[in-house]
Structures are given as structure tokens and as C-alpha cells.
């Protein structure tokens, strides 16, 4: 089943705007990672946010982490249509190893 | 650095066969994990592998199956196959002993008949 689940379901945007997608989850966690899928391919690491970190950023990409209120947001700030895909969030827990428990996804579409 | 590669991109299989994935993880990385991914369940865990042994496992039934050599390369297989088995495999290699991001592989994409 599903650890998380994410918010909105799809998304539409112009090209420049920002995007906000967010994440909630259901039990403790030591790490919570964004992923990037494009059409049915493999996932693409965005960033990777520690269960004592508040806020990460990567280019144009900021992750927030609420772990009281078991929450994370991405940003995309000046979106592009090459931004256009599916966001995926997924968390980790100690004792866990590798294993990752998967949101359900934002669709985002970016148009020019 | 080479990516993670797959082997199958895609299968079709019938009913009641068996499958067998392959995953190269990148050069260094000892852990495997594989998902399996469909458009009514999501993403879901199967199982990571870590210096040949299994690490963790998620909630499938025991015709799903997996092994890693000494190369850190793994293999999953799928006896007796199901229409419900029809998805897209995911393989994923990580560094191990804290926590890493994963980089995962283009899948393979399994269709049975």
C-alpha cells in the first residue's frame, strides 16, 4: 500500500510560473526523497531531505520537510516545459535499508 | 559512470510462464532494490538486495523472487505468471550503510497474455 500521498493529483501551469507539489505520509521517516518520471520511464533522483533537515535546495528546486506535521513540498520555481512529468515522493525509515514507500504522484504539465 | 541498465526493455509473456529480469547497479553500489510499478497500485517495494543476501521484502507473493551475484548484478523472477503481473519493473542501485538516493534503471516492461 501506499505510504504517502501527494497533492494535487495533476497539475497544469505556464511556463515561468512555479509549482508546488505536496507530500504527506503516515510514519516516521529518516529521509524523504523526490523523484521524476517522464512517460513511463524510470525515475530520476531530484533530492534527498534528512528526517533533521527543514529545507533543502537544488537549482531551481526547493524541498521542504515538516516532520511534525508528517508533510514535505517541492518548488519548482520558473518552470519549463521540459519540467513536464510525473513527482513522486518517497520515504525511508530506519531499520528500513534501501527501501523507499512511494507517494502516489503529481502529474504536472508544463505549456508553453 | 554507467548508469543502472535493465535487460529485457520488454517481454511478453502468457499466462502461467515464467520470467527472468536482469539489473546491473553501478559500478560500486552493492544494493539492489526492485519495484514494480502499475497504474492502479503505484509503485511498490519488492525486495532489496545487499552483498548477495536479502535485505528487505515487500508484500508479494512468493512467485515473485530475486538473487544477487558477487558483482552486485541481481535478477528477479516471476513463476507462474498472472494477467495482474503485467507492470513496469524498476531497479534501483544505492550506495549502502546510510542513506543514499537511489538511481534507478529505464525498466522493463512486462505484458502477460
Known amino acids: 500500500s501506499q505510504q504517502g500521498e501527494e497533492d494535487p493529483q495533476a497539475l497544469s501551469i505556464q511556463e515561468g510560473e512555479n509549482a508546488t507539489m505536496n507530500c504527506s505520509y503516515k510514519t516516521s521517516i529518516n529521509n524523504l526523497q523526490w523523484y521524476r518520471q517522464n512517460s513511463g520511464r524510470g525515475l530520476v533522483h531530484l533530492i534527498l531531505?534528512?528526517?533533521?533537515?527543514r529545507e533543502k535546495h537544488s537549482g531551481r528546486l526547493r524541498v521542504t520537510l515538516d516532520t511534525s506535521k508528517k508533510s514535505s513540498s517541492l518548488l519548482i520555481t520558473a518552470s519549463r516545459a521540459a519540467d513536464t512529468a510525473s513527482y513522486f515522493c518517497?520515504?525511508?525509515?530506519?531499520?528500513?535499508?534501501?527501501?523507499?514507500?512511494f507517494g502516489t504522484g503529481t502529474q504536472l504539465k508544463v505549456e508553453l | 559512470k554507467a548508469g543502472v541498465t535493465q535487460t529485457p526493455r520488454y517481454l511478453i509473456k502468457t499466462r502461467g510462464q515464467q520470467v527472468t529480469l536482469s539489473c546491473s547497479p553501478i559500478?560500486?553500489?552493492?544494493?539492489v532494490s526492485w519495484y514494480q510499478q502499475t497504474p492502479g497500485q503505484g509503485l511498490q517495494f519488492l525486495f532489496e538486495?545487499?552483498?548477495?543476501?536479502?535485505?528487505n521484502k515487500g508484500n508479494f507473493p512468493g512467485r515473485f523472487s530475486g538473487r544477487q551475484f558477487s558483482n552486485s548484478r541481481s535478477e528477479m523472477n516471476v513463476s507462474t505468471l498472472e494477467l495482474g503481473d503485467s507492470a513496469l519493473y524498476l531497479c534501483a542501485s544505492s550506495k549502502s550503510g546510510g542513506v543514499y538516493e537511489q538511481y534507478f534503471g529505464p525498466g522493463t516492461r512486462l505484458t502477460v497474455t
Open positions: 531531505i534528512r528526517s533533521n533537515e
Open positions: 518517497a520515504t525511508g525509515f530506519t531499520g528500513g535499508g534501501n527501501k523507499l514507500t
Open positions: 538486495y545487499f552483498s548477495e543476501t536479502q535485505r
Open positions: 559500478s560500486g553500489h552493492r544494493s
